[in-house]
């Protein structure tokens, strides 16, 4: 059994910065490749970036440049930065396994830019 929190999200204007936290607990070693996702109404979950044990990383096109992802393996926390935030990055950020394990979703955390 897996447990993913994540925390962090919030409301800010275009431009600012946000920094995620997904914790996780629980029996974590089928987590290697973990992966922050991104859902907005009415459409699909998105994956926005991803990170390999090792610390290799992949992102979406949309957030090159702008999101970093991290992870601290010994607090078993994978972290997305979020700097020079667009209205566009609205939506519920989840973190999961990459690929995604259906029973590892979390709440989310909303996030919200104003424009």
């Known amino acids: 059994q897996v447990q993913l929190v994540e925390s962090g999200g919030g409301l800010v204007q275009a431009g600012g910065s946000l920094r995620l936290s997904c914790a996780a607990s629980?029996?974590?070693?089928?987590?290697?490749?973990m992966g922050w996702y991104r859902q907005v109404p009415g459409k699909q979950r998105d994956l926005v970036a991803r990170?390999?044990?090792?610390?290799?990383?992949i992102y979406a096109d949309s957030v090159k440049g702008r999101f970093t992802i991290s992870r601290d393996n010994a607090k078993n926390t994978v972290y997305l930065q979020m700097n020079s935030l667009k209205p566009e990055d609205t939506g519920v950020y989840y973190c999961?396994?990459?690929?995604?394990?259906?029973?590892?979703w979390g709440q989310g955390t909303q996030v919200t830019v104003s424009s």
């Open positions: 999961n396994r990459n690929p995604p394990y259906g029973s590892y």
């Open positions: 629980g029996n974590i070693f089928s987590l290697n490749i």
């Open positions: 990170i390999g044990s090792g610390g290799v990383t």
